[in-house]
Protein backbone atom coordinates (compact mmCIF):
# COMPACT_ATOMS: atom_id res chain seq x y z
CA UNK A 1 0.00 0.00 0.00
CA UNK A 2 0.91 3.03 -0.45
CA UNK A 3 1.12 5.62 2.82
CA UNK A 4 2.08 9.37 3.45
CA UNK A 5 2.36 10.74 6.79
CA UNK A 6 2.20 14.48 6.69
CA UNK A 7 3.44 16.46 10.01
CA UNK A 8 1.24 19.60 8.93
CA UNK A 9 2.12 23.66 10.31
CA UNK A 10 -0.11 26.23 10.88
CA UNK A 11 -0.84 28.78 8.44
CA UNK A 12 1.22 31.61 9.39
CA UNK A 13 4.54 29.07 9.88
CA UNK A 14 4.18 28.53 6.39
CA UNK A 15 4.67 32.02 5.16
CA UNK A 16 7.87 32.88 3.52
CA UNK A 17 9.29 35.61 6.32
CA UNK A 18 8.88 32.80 8.98
CA UNK A 19 10.59 30.15 6.68
CA UNK A 20 13.16 32.29 6.73
CA UNK A 21 13.09 33.28 10.17
CA UNK A 22 13.01 29.25 10.88
CA UNK A 23 16.08 28.84 8.26
CA UNK A 24 18.32 31.66 10.13
CA UNK A 25 17.60 30.72 13.80
CA UNK A 26 18.06 26.92 13.38
CA UNK A 27 17.96 23.66 11.22
CA UNK A 28 15.47 22.08 9.38
CA UNK A 29 14.37 19.24 12.08
CA UNK A 30 11.95 16.62 11.73
CA UNK A 31 9.71 14.80 14.40
CA UNK A 32 10.39 11.56 14.80
CA UNK A 33 6.95 9.78 15.08
CA UNK A 34 6.29 9.24 11.87
CA UNK A 35 9.76 8.22 11.09
CA UNK A 36 9.98 5.85 13.07
CA UNK A 37 6.07 4.43 12.04
CA UNK A 38 7.01 4.98 8.57
CA UNK A 39 10.22 2.63 8.83
CA UNK A 40 8.30 0.08 10.53
CA UNK A 41 5.39 -0.19 7.49
CA UNK A 42 7.82 0.05 4.91
CA UNK A 43 9.66 -3.47 6.25
CA UNK A 44 6.38 -4.81 5.90
CA UNK A 45 6.46 -4.08 2.44
CA UNK A 46 4.72 -0.66 1.86
CA UNK A 47 5.49 1.96 -0.16
CA UNK A 48 6.35 5.21 2.77
CA UNK A 49 7.01 8.76 2.60
CA UNK A 50 7.03 11.66 5.20
CA UNK A 51 6.40 15.31 4.57
CA UNK A 52 6.74 18.09 6.78
CA UNK A 53 4.99 21.42 5.76
CA UNK A 54 7.17 23.75 8.55
CA UNK A 55 9.86 23.53 5.72
CA UNK A 56 8.10 23.02 1.96
CA UNK A 57 4.49 23.73 0.76
CA UNK A 58 2.99 20.19 0.19
CA UNK A 59 2.21 19.05 -3.43
CA UNK A 60 -1.50 17.52 -3.25
CA UNK A 61 -1.44 15.92 -6.55
CA UNK A 62 1.82 13.27 -5.44
CA UNK A 63 -0.52 13.10 -2.21
CA UNK A 64 -3.26 12.03 -3.60
CA UNK A 65 -1.57 8.92 -4.96
CA UNK A 66 -2.08 7.63 -2.05
CA UNK A 67 -4.42 4.76 -0.23
CA UNK A 68 -3.56 5.71 3.40
CA UNK A 69 -2.91 9.57 4.64
CA UNK A 70 -1.07 9.92 8.20
CA UNK A 71 -1.32 13.42 9.70
CA UNK A 72 0.48 13.82 12.61
CA UNK A 73 -0.94 16.41 14.97
CA UNK A 74 0.38 18.94 17.72
CA UNK A 75 -2.47 21.89 19.30
CA UNK A 76 -0.34 24.73 17.57
CA UNK A 77 -0.68 22.85 13.71
CA UNK A 78 -4.53 20.89 14.84
CA UNK A 79 -6.55 22.91 12.72
CA UNK A 80 -4.58 22.57 9.12
CA UNK A 81 -4.14 19.00 10.38
CA UNK A 82 -7.79 18.87 10.30
CA UNK A 83 -8.41 20.74 7.08
CA UNK A 84 -5.80 17.99 5.68
CA UNK A 85 -8.40 15.49 6.94
CA UNK A 86 -10.80 16.77 5.87
CA UNK A 87 -9.46 17.04 2.31
CA UNK A 88 -8.46 13.80 1.61
CA UNK A 89 -11.38 12.05 3.36
CA UNK A 90 -12.95 13.95 0.28
CA UNK A 91 -11.03 12.09 -2.06
CA UNK A 92 -11.88 9.15 -0.34
CA UNK A 93 -8.42 8.21 1.01
CA UNK A 94 -8.59 6.72 4.21
CA UNK A 95 -7.17 9.13 7.34
CA UNK A 96 -5.55 8.19 10.24
CA UNK A 97 -4.95 10.70 12.54
CA UNK A 98 -2.17 10.60 15.87
CA UNK A 99 0.26 12.59 17.59
CA UNK A 100 -0.28 14.79 21.11
CA UNK A 101 -3.75 17.00 20.22
CA UNK A 102 -5.18 13.67 18.88
CA UNK A 103 -4.25 12.16 22.01
CA UNK A 104 -5.69 14.79 24.03
CA UNK A 105 -8.86 15.07 22.55
CA UNK A 106 -9.81 12.24 20.02
CA UNK A 107 -13.60 12.83 19.76
CA UNK A 108 -12.53 15.82 17.94
CA UNK A 109 -10.03 14.59 15.93
CA UNK A 110 -12.15 11.42 14.53
CA UNK A 111 -14.25 13.95 12.96
CA UNK A 112 -11.69 14.66 10.12
CA UNK A 113 -10.46 10.76 9.91
CA UNK A 114 -11.30 7.26 9.76
CA UNK A 115 -9.58 6.22 12.32
CA UNK A 116 -7.53 8.26 15.11
CA UNK A 117 -4.69 6.56 17.19
CA UNK A 118 -3.99 7.46 21.03
CA UNK A 119 -0.85 8.22 22.29
CA UNK A 120 2.62 6.16 20.97
CA UNK A 121 1.60 4.45 17.88
CA UNK A 122 4.72 1.24 17.43
CA UNK A 123 2.75 -1.46 18.81
CA UNK A 124 -0.56 -0.83 17.20
CA UNK A 125 0.90 0.84 13.90
CA UNK A 126 0.99 -2.26 11.58
CA UNK A 127 -2.48 -3.19 12.85
CA UNK A 128 -4.40 -0.48 12.06
CA UNK A 129 -2.77 -0.54 8.81
CA UNK A 130 -3.31 -3.67 7.85
CA UNK A 131 -7.06 -3.05 8.97
CA UNK A 132 -6.55 -6.04 12.26
CA UNK A 133 -7.47 -3.53 14.32
CA UNK A 134 -10.84 -1.47 13.10
CA UNK A 135 -11.48 0.60 15.98
CA UNK A 136 -12.61 4.24 15.52
CA UNK A 137 -10.23 5.13 18.58
CA UNK A 138 -7.24 2.66 19.11
CA UNK A 139 -6.05 3.33 22.67
CA UNK A 140 -2.49 2.73 22.05
CA UNK A 141 -0.29 0.58 25.03
CA UNK A 142 2.78 2.20 26.14
CA UNK A 143 5.78 0.71 25.32
CA UNK A 144 8.10 0.12 28.57
CA UNK A 145 10.89 -1.05 27.19
CA UNK A 146 12.25 1.68 24.77
CA UNK A 147 15.21 -0.22 23.16
CA UNK A 148 12.52 -2.60 21.36
CA UNK A 149 11.32 0.68 19.36
CA UNK A 150 13.12 0.53 16.01
CA UNK A 151 14.95 3.58 14.88
CA UNK A 152 13.60 6.71 12.73
CA UNK A 153 14.12 5.95 9.18
CA UNK A 154 15.39 9.32 7.64
CA UNK A 155 14.95 7.48 4.00
CA UNK A 156 11.55 8.18 3.96
CA UNK A 157 11.58 11.78 4.68
CA UNK A 158 10.45 13.96 1.64
CA UNK A 159 11.25 17.47 3.10
CA UNK A 160 14.06 19.32 4.22
CA UNK A 161 16.43 18.08 7.16
CA UNK A 162 19.51 18.67 7.91
CA UNK A 163 20.19 17.66 11.50
CA UNK A 164 19.27 13.95 13.06
CA UNK A 165 16.88 14.02 15.68
CA UNK A 166 17.25 11.60 19.32
CA UNK A 167 15.17 10.79 21.83
CA UNK A 168 16.84 9.09 24.42
CA UNK A 169 14.35 8.99 27.10
CA UNK A 170 10.58 9.28 26.71
CA UNK A 171 8.65 11.61 28.94
CA UNK A 172 9.56 14.18 31.65
CA UNK A 173 10.00 13.23 35.34
CA UNK A 174 8.24 16.90 36.17
CA UNK A 175 4.46 18.22 35.73
CA UNK A 176 4.31 21.59 34.63
CA UNK A 177 0.96 23.08 34.59
CA UNK A 178 0.83 24.23 31.16
CA UNK A 179 3.18 20.93 29.58
CA UNK A 180 1.40 17.99 27.74
CA UNK A 181 4.52 15.86 27.34
CA UNK A 182 5.09 14.65 30.93
CA UNK A 183 1.10 13.81 30.75
CA UNK A 184 0.67 12.24 27.42
CA UNK A 185 4.60 10.70 26.64
CA UNK A 186 4.21 10.05 30.89
CA UNK A 187 5.92 8.08 32.51
CA UNK A 188 9.43 9.20 32.21
CA UNK A 189 11.01 6.10 30.61
CA UNK A 190 15.15 5.82 29.31
CA UNK A 191 16.09 4.02 26.67
CA UNK A 192 19.96 2.08 27.46
CA UNK A 193 23.34 3.69 27.01
CA UNK A 194 23.92 0.86 24.22
CA UNK A 195 20.89 1.37 22.12
CA UNK A 196 21.65 4.93 21.58
CA UNK A 197 25.12 4.81 20.93
CA UNK A 198 23.70 2.07 18.14
CA UNK A 199 21.50 4.97 16.77
CA UNK A 200 24.10 7.52 17.03
CA UNK A 201 26.20 5.28 15.46
CA UNK A 202 23.77 4.85 12.47
CA UNK A 203 23.21 8.20 12.09
CA UNK A 204 26.97 8.79 11.91
CA UNK A 205 27.09 6.45 9.01
CA UNK A 206 23.78 8.13 7.33
CA UNK A 207 26.67 11.64 7.19
CA UNK A 208 24.54 13.73 10.12
CA UNK A 209 26.94 16.05 11.32
CA UNK A 210 24.43 17.91 13.28
CA UNK A 211 22.74 16.18 16.17
CA UNK A 212 19.28 17.43 18.14
CA UNK A 213 18.98 15.39 21.27
CA UNK A 214 15.10 16.14 21.40
CA UNK A 215 14.52 13.96 24.77
CA UNK A 216 12.19 17.02 27.18
CA UNK A 217 15.06 16.96 29.94
CA UNK A 218 18.45 15.13 28.77
CA UNK A 219 19.81 16.00 31.57
CA UNK A 220 17.20 14.89 34.68
CA UNK A 221 19.57 12.06 35.12
CA UNK A 222 23.10 13.59 35.59
CA UNK A 223 24.63 10.01 35.96
CA UNK A 224 23.18 8.57 33.16
CA UNK A 225 23.56 11.80 31.05
CA UNK A 226 27.29 11.74 32.47
CA UNK A 227 27.62 7.86 31.30
CA UNK A 228 26.38 8.08 27.63
CA UNK A 229 28.46 11.40 26.87
CA UNK A 230 31.72 9.43 28.43
CA UNK A 231 31.04 6.49 26.01
CA UNK A 232 30.26 8.97 22.89
CA UNK A 233 33.50 10.73 23.80
CA UNK A 234 35.34 7.26 24.04
CA UNK A 235 33.85 6.13 21.06
CA UNK A 236 33.83 8.70 19.08
CA UNK A 237 30.12 8.99 18.32
CA UNK A 238 29.86 12.53 18.69
CA UNK A 239 28.34 15.29 16.23
CA UNK A 240 30.24 18.93 14.91
CA UNK A 241 27.38 20.30 17.05
CA UNK A 242 24.83 19.16 19.12
CA UNK A 243 21.62 21.01 20.61
CA UNK A 244 19.69 19.26 23.54
CA UNK A 245 17.08 20.38 26.01
CA UNK A 246 17.72 21.07 29.82
CA UNK A 247 17.09 22.20 33.43
CA UNK A 248 18.75 25.23 34.58
CA UNK A 249 19.96 23.09 37.46
CA UNK A 250 22.45 21.29 35.14
CA UNK A 251 25.09 23.83 35.81
CA UNK A 252 25.56 22.94 38.91
CA UNK A 253 27.75 19.94 38.08
CA UNK A 254 31.17 20.80 37.19
CA UNK A 255 31.96 16.87 35.22
CA UNK A 256 28.91 16.85 33.29
CA UNK A 257 29.76 20.26 31.97
CA UNK A 258 32.91 19.27 30.98
CA UNK A 259 31.38 15.74 29.20
CA UNK A 260 28.94 18.20 27.43
CA UNK A 261 31.51 20.29 26.49
CA UNK A 262 33.64 17.61 25.06
CA UNK A 263 30.89 15.91 23.22
CA UNK A 264 30.51 19.15 21.32
CA UNK A 265 26.86 19.90 23.15
CA UNK A 266 27.13 23.82 22.18
CA UNK A 267 23.53 24.58 22.63
CA UNK A 268 20.91 23.86 25.63
CA UNK A 269 17.20 25.46 25.43
CA UNK A 270 16.16 26.18 28.89
CA UNK A 271 12.80 26.65 30.17
CA UNK A 272 13.35 29.82 32.38
CA UNK A 273 9.63 30.83 31.72
CA UNK A 274 10.43 33.80 33.99
CA UNK A 275 12.14 35.59 36.46
CA UNK A 276 9.49 35.88 38.88
CA UNK A 277 9.66 33.26 42.18
CA UNK A 278 6.03 33.28 42.68
CA UNK A 279 5.26 32.36 39.40
CA UNK A 280 7.80 29.56 39.15
CA UNK A 281 6.67 28.12 42.83
CA UNK A 282 3.07 28.50 41.05
CA UNK A 283 3.43 26.23 37.69
CA UNK A 284 5.68 24.09 39.87
CA UNK A 285 8.58 24.43 38.54
CA UNK A 286 11.15 23.91 41.42
CA UNK A 287 13.48 25.85 40.46
CA UNK A 288 14.66 29.11 42.31
CA UNK A 289 15.80 31.80 40.27
CA UNK A 290 19.57 32.35 42.13
CA UNK A 291 20.18 28.94 40.62
CA UNK A 292 19.25 29.44 37.12
CA UNK A 293 21.41 32.55 37.45
CA UNK A 294 23.97 30.78 38.67
CA UNK A 295 23.84 27.78 36.12
CA UNK A 296 23.76 29.83 33.22
CA UNK A 297 27.27 31.57 34.32
CA UNK A 298 28.91 28.35 34.10
CA UNK A 299 26.99 27.20 31.14
CA UNK A 300 28.77 30.21 29.93
CA UNK A 301 32.29 29.14 30.82
CA UNK A 302 32.03 25.76 29.19
CA UNK A 303 30.88 27.64 25.91
CA UNK A 304 27.38 26.16 25.77
CA UNK A 305 25.40 28.44 24.11
CA UNK A 306 21.65 28.97 26.37
CA UNK A 307 18.69 29.74 24.40
CA UNK A 308 15.98 30.87 26.84
CA UNK A 309 12.49 30.25 26.65
CA UNK A 310 9.90 32.35 28.33
CA UNK A 311 6.19 31.73 28.62
CA UNK A 312 4.13 35.36 29.15
CA UNK A 313 0.87 35.58 30.45
CA UNK A 314 1.17 33.65 33.30
CA UNK A 315 -1.37 34.37 36.49
CA UNK A 316 0.94 35.68 39.05
CA UNK A 317 3.06 37.91 36.05
CA UNK A 318 2.55 41.56 35.08
CA UNK A 319 3.45 43.51 32.33
CA UNK A 320 6.87 44.30 34.50
CA UNK A 321 7.58 40.65 35.20
CA UNK A 322 7.49 39.91 31.50
CA UNK A 323 9.50 43.06 30.73
CA UNK A 324 12.24 41.94 33.49
CA UNK A 325 12.21 38.28 32.16
CA UNK A 326 12.96 39.23 28.93
CA UNK A 327 16.07 41.80 30.92
CA UNK A 328 17.01 39.13 32.50
CA UNK A 329 17.61 36.83 28.82
CA UNK A 330 19.27 39.89 27.57
CA UNK A 331 21.76 40.35 30.41
CA UNK A 332 22.96 36.81 30.12
CA UNK A 333 23.57 37.00 26.78
CA UNK A 334 21.20 34.54 25.53
CA UNK A 335 21.52 33.21 22.48
CA UNK A 336 17.93 33.46 21.27
CA UNK A 337 14.97 33.86 22.94
CA UNK A 338 11.92 31.78 22.48
CA UNK A 339 9.10 33.63 23.78
CA UNK A 340 5.27 31.67 23.78
CA UNK A 341 2.41 33.52 24.47
CA UNK A 342 1.32 31.03 27.69
CA UNK A 343 -0.90 28.93 25.65
CA UNK A 344 -4.04 26.55 27.31
CA UNK A 345 -3.07 22.94 25.49
CA UNK A 346 -6.14 20.33 25.97
CA UNK A 347 -4.85 17.57 28.35
CA UNK A 348 -2.67 19.71 30.79
CA UNK A 349 -3.74 21.01 34.05
CA UNK A 350 -3.93 24.65 33.21
CA UNK A 351 -6.32 23.47 30.50
CA UNK A 352 -8.43 22.32 33.47
CA UNK A 353 -8.01 25.37 35.40
CA UNK A 354 -8.77 27.61 32.70
CA UNK A 355 -12.09 25.37 31.70
CA UNK A 356 -13.38 25.74 35.50
CA UNK A 357 -12.55 29.41 35.58
CA UNK A 358 -14.58 30.02 31.91
CA UNK A 359 -11.59 31.64 30.90
CA UNK A 360 -10.79 29.59 27.83
CA UNK A 361 -11.44 31.71 24.71
CA UNK A 362 -10.55 28.94 22.02
CA UNK A 363 -8.69 26.17 22.04
CA UNK A 364 -8.40 25.26 18.48
CA UNK A 365 -8.49 27.52 15.24
CA UNK A 366 -5.36 29.64 13.21
CA UNK A 367 -4.71 31.77 16.58
CA UNK A 368 -4.33 28.72 18.60
CA UNK A 369 -0.13 28.80 17.74
CA UNK A 370 1.74 30.20 21.08
CA UNK A 371 1.83 33.35 18.85
CA UNK A 372 -1.89 34.95 19.91
CA UNK A 373 -3.54 34.91 22.89
CA UNK A 374 -6.02 32.34 23.30
CA UNK A 375 -7.01 33.24 26.79
CA UNK A 376 -8.06 35.77 29.40
CA UNK A 377 -4.67 36.83 31.92
CA UNK A 378 -4.99 37.66 34.67
CA UNK A 379 -2.96 40.81 35.32
CA UNK A 380 -3.22 42.58 32.23
CA UNK A 381 -5.66 42.57 29.68
CA UNK A 382 -5.43 40.20 26.03
CA UNK A 383 -4.46 43.18 24.00
CA UNK A 384 -1.58 44.17 26.24
CA UNK A 385 -0.43 40.37 26.78
CA UNK A 386 -0.13 40.75 22.88
CA UNK A 387 1.50 43.49 22.66
CA UNK A 388 3.92 42.30 24.68
CA UNK A 389 4.70 39.14 23.06
CA UNK A 390 5.82 41.97 19.98
CA UNK A 391 7.95 43.63 22.55
CA UNK A 392 9.57 40.71 23.82
CA UNK A 393 10.96 39.55 20.49
CA UNK A 394 12.01 43.57 19.47
CA UNK A 395 13.22 44.24 22.59
CA UNK A 396 15.65 40.97 22.70
CA UNK A 397 16.24 41.19 18.89
CA UNK A 398 18.05 44.84 17.80
CA UNK A 399 20.33 45.42 15.90
CA UNK A 400 22.54 46.83 18.38
CA UNK A 401 22.74 43.46 19.86
CA UNK A 402 24.27 41.72 17.20
CA UNK A 403 26.97 43.21 18.03
CA UNK A 404 26.92 41.94 21.51
CA UNK A 405 26.55 38.76 19.94
CA UNK A 406 29.03 38.88 17.47
CA UNK A 407 31.68 39.56 19.95
CA UNK A 408 30.38 36.25 22.81
CA UNK A 409 29.66 33.94 19.99
CA UNK A 410 32.23 35.41 16.91
CA UNK A 411 31.07 36.60 13.73
CA UNK A 412 28.48 34.09 12.61
CA UNK A 413 25.86 34.45 15.14
CA UNK A 414 26.70 38.55 14.86
CA UNK A 415 25.05 38.03 11.28
CA UNK A 416 22.00 35.69 12.56
CA UNK A 417 21.59 37.35 15.22
CA UNK A 418 21.60 40.83 12.48
CA UNK A 419 19.52 38.98 10.44
CA UNK A 420 16.46 37.85 13.02
CA UNK A 421 16.61 41.85 14.16
CA UNK A 422 15.95 42.75 11.12
CA UNK A 423 12.82 40.18 10.67
CA UNK A 424 11.44 40.70 14.12
CA UNK A 425 11.47 44.40 13.48
CA UNK A 426 8.51 43.43 10.64
CA UNK A 427 7.01 40.28 11.92
CA UNK A 428 4.51 42.21 14.49
CA UNK A 429 3.90 44.79 11.69
CA UNK A 430 3.70 42.10 9.12
CA UNK A 431 0.67 39.63 11.34
CA UNK A 432 -0.83 42.88 12.28
CA UNK A 433 -1.38 43.96 8.67
CA UNK A 434 -2.52 40.04 7.52
CA UNK A 435 -4.80 40.35 10.68
CA UNK A 436 -5.88 43.54 10.94
CA UNK A 437 -9.81 42.73 11.43
CA UNK A 438 -8.77 40.51 14.38
CA UNK A 439 -6.33 43.04 15.71
CA UNK A 440 -8.58 45.95 15.36
CA UNK A 441 -11.05 43.81 17.52
CA UNK A 442 -8.76 43.20 19.96
CA UNK A 443 -7.60 46.51 20.46
CA UNK A 444 -11.33 47.64 20.77
CA UNK A 445 -12.40 45.20 23.21
CA UNK A 446 -9.82 45.96 25.46
CA UNK A 447 -10.62 49.46 25.80
CA UNK A 448 -14.00 48.65 26.67
CA UNK A 449 -13.83 46.50 29.42
CA UNK A 450 -10.26 45.78 31.43
CA UNK A 451 -10.28 42.00 31.03
CA UNK A 452 -12.69 40.91 28.12
CA UNK A 453 -12.60 38.27 25.97
CA UNK A 454 -11.48 39.02 22.32
CA UNK A 455 -12.72 38.36 18.92
CA UNK A 456 -14.28 35.35 19.60
CA UNK A 457 -16.20 36.33 22.85
CA UNK A 458 -19.81 36.21 22.11
CA UNK A 459 -20.74 39.83 24.79
CA UNK A 460 -18.17 41.83 22.20
C1 LIG B 1 11.24 18.29 17.21
C2 LIG B 1 10.20 19.20 17.80
C3 LIG B 1 9.91 20.39 17.11
C4 LIG B 1 10.68 20.82 15.88
C5 LIG B 1 10.23 20.20 14.60
C6 LIG B 1 8.88 20.50 14.14
C7 LIG B 1 8.51 20.02 12.75
N1 LIG B 1 9.35 19.39 11.98
O1 LIG B 1 7.38 20.28 12.41
C8 LIG B 1 10.58 22.36 15.99
C9 LIG B 1 11.75 22.81 16.84
C10 LIG B 1 10.59 23.16 14.72
C11 LIG B 1 9.28 22.48 16.80
C12 LIG B 1 8.48 23.58 16.75
C13 LIG B 1 7.34 23.70 17.52
N2 LIG B 1 6.98 22.89 18.53
CO1 LIG B 1 7.80 21.20 18.90
N3 LIG B 1 8.60 19.64 19.50
C14 LIG B 1 9.52 18.87 19.01
C15 LIG B 1 9.84 17.74 20.01
C16 LIG B 1 10.99 18.22 20.87
C17 LIG B 1 10.18 16.36 19.51
C18 LIG B 1 9.13 15.67 18.60
C19 LIG B 1 9.43 14.21 18.55
O2 LIG B 1 10.21 13.80 17.74
N4 LIG B 1 8.82 13.43 19.51
C20 LIG B 1 9.12 12.06 19.76
C21 LIG B 1 8.24 11.09 18.98
C22 LIG B 1 8.55 9.68 19.34
O3 LIG B 1 6.91 11.35 19.33
P1 LIG B 1 5.84 11.84 18.28
O4 LIG B 1 6.52 12.46 17.12
O5 LIG B 1 4.79 12.60 18.96
O6 LIG B 1 5.18 10.48 17.73
C23 LIG B 1 4.51 9.50 18.48
C24 LIG B 1 3.01 9.73 18.73
O7 LIG B 1 2.66 11.09 18.80
C25 LIG B 1 2.31 8.99 17.62
N5 LIG B 1 2.17 9.65 16.32
C26 LIG B 1 2.82 10.71 15.81
N6 LIG B 1 2.44 10.99 14.57
C27 LIG B 1 1.52 10.11 14.23
C28 LIG B 1 0.78 9.94 13.06
C29 LIG B 1 -0.12 8.90 12.97
C30 LIG B 1 -0.90 8.71 11.72
C31 LIG B 1 -0.30 8.03 14.07
C32 LIG B 1 -1.28 6.93 13.98
C33 LIG B 1 0.43 8.20 15.26
C34 LIG B 1 1.32 9.23 15.34
O8 LIG B 1 3.15 7.86 17.50
C35 LIG B 1 4.51 8.30 17.56
C36 LIG B 1 5.42 7.21 18.01
O9 LIG B 1 5.25 6.90 19.37
C37 LIG B 1 8.49 17.70 20.82
C38 LIG B 1 8.62 17.12 22.23
C39 LIG B 1 8.12 15.68 22.28
N7 LIG B 1 8.49 15.00 23.33
O10 LIG B 1 7.45 15.17 21.42
C40 LIG B 1 8.07 19.17 20.77
C41 LIG B 1 6.58 19.49 20.80
C42 LIG B 1 5.84 18.56 19.89
N8 LIG B 1 6.54 20.84 20.24
C43 LIG B 1 5.67 21.61 20.81
C44 LIG B 1 5.45 22.97 20.46
C45 LIG B 1 4.55 23.75 21.38
C46 LIG B 1 6.05 23.53 19.32
C47 LIG B 1 5.86 24.96 18.80
C48 LIG B 1 4.44 25.47 18.78
C49 LIG B 1 6.80 25.84 19.65
C50 LIG B 1 6.65 27.31 19.51
N9 LIG B 1 6.29 27.98 20.59
O11 LIG B 1 6.84 27.85 18.46
C51 LIG B 1 6.43 24.86 17.35
C52 LIG B 1 5.34 24.51 16.29
C53 LIG B 1 5.93 24.06 14.97
C54 LIG B 1 4.91 23.55 13.98
N10 LIG B 1 5.20 22.44 13.31
O12 LIG B 1 3.87 24.16 13.76
C55 LIG B 1 4.95 20.88 21.92
C56 LIG B 1 3.55 20.49 21.46
C57 LIG B 1 2.53 20.60 22.55
C58 LIG B 1 1.18 20.24 22.02
N11 LIG B 1 0.49 19.34 22.68
O13 LIG B 1 0.75 20.77 21.04
C59 LIG B 1 5.91 19.68 22.22
C60 LIG B 1 5.23 18.42 22.74
C61 LIG B 1 6.95 20.20 23.24
C62 LIG B 1 6.43 20.38 24.65
N12 LIG B 1 7.09 19.83 25.65
O14 LIG B 1 5.46 21.05 24.91
N13 LIG B 1 9.07 21.36 17.53
S1 LIG C 1 7.93 22.21 30.69
FE1 LIG C 1 9.81 21.00 30.52
S2 LIG C 1 10.28 20.46 32.70
FE2 LIG C 1 8.14 21.10 32.65
S3 LIG C 1 6.95 19.18 32.38
FE3 LIG C 1 7.27 20.06 30.32
S4 LIG C 1 9.11 19.07 29.54
FE4 LIG C 1 9.07 18.75 31.78
Same mark, same amino acid.
Given at each position: ???????????????????????? /?????????????? %??? $?????????????????????? #????????? +?? *? %?????? /?????????????????????????????????????????????????????????????????????????????????????????? #?????? /???? *????????????????????????????????????? =??????? $????????????????????? @???????????????????? =??????????????????????????????????????????????? &?? =??????????????????????????? +????????????????????????????????????????????????????????????? @?????????????????? &????? &????? $?????? /?????????????? #?????????
Amino acid at each position: MKIMFLVPASRLRTQLAFRIGHLT /YGLPNPITGPLILG %GML $KKEGHDVSVYEELYKDFDFKKL #CDSDIIGIY +TM *S %GNSTRA /YELGDYFKAKKKKVIIGGMHATALPHEALQHADQVVVGEAESVINAVINGDIQDKIVYAPKIMNLDTIPFPDYSILKTPCAVGNVLTTRG #CPFHCI /YCST *SRIFGPYRERSIENVLAELSDLKKQGFAYMNFQDDNF =TFNKNRA $KRLLEEMIERKLYFKSTFFFG @RADLGEDEELLSLLQKANFK =TVLLGIESINQRTLDDINKKIKIERIRKSIFRLKEYKIKVITSLVLG &LD =TDTKENIRQSVEFCKEIDAYTLQPAVL +TPIPGTELYKQFENQNRIITYRGKYFDFMHVTFIPKRLTTYELQEEFFNSIKSFYTVTSSL @RIWKAFGLLAGLKRFALA &LIFTF &LPLYM $KHKEKL /YFSLLKLCCNKKKN #CRHILCPEC
